[in-house]
């Protein structure tokens, strides 16, 4: 998957840089969902690293955790229990769809 960033639309008008939003697709509960409790020094990043392969993917955990988890820190408090989706290829299959 290409950067999440390459989804922004840009819009130049009177010499103003103007961004549209991204959308990020609902992520419905699954079976084969994993779920963790963080640890102290967990980030989203590597936590991404580690269970999703790639780091740039932190938003999916993010998405799927959005009553735990803040958009606008990497870091993650010790002991918060979060889901790790498992159905990666379509929750970017959904992404791109939504910013199309």
Do not use: H
């Amino acid at each position: 998957m290409p950067s999440r960033l390459n989804y922004i639309a840009k819009k130049r008008t009177d010499n103003k840089n103007y961004y549209r939003n991204l959308k990020y697709p609902e992520i419905p509960l699954s079976i084969n969902d994993l779920y963790i409790t963080t640890t102290v020094g967990d980030r989203l990043d590597t936590l991404a690293n580690q269970f999703l392969g790639n780091v740039d993917l932190w938003w999916i955990i993010t998405t799927a955790n959005p009553d735990v988890i803040r958009r606008d820190s990497f870091n993650l408090n010790p002991s918060m229990e979060i889901r790790i989706p498992n159905n990666i290829q379509g929750i970017i299959e959904a992404f791109e769809l939504l910013n199309k």
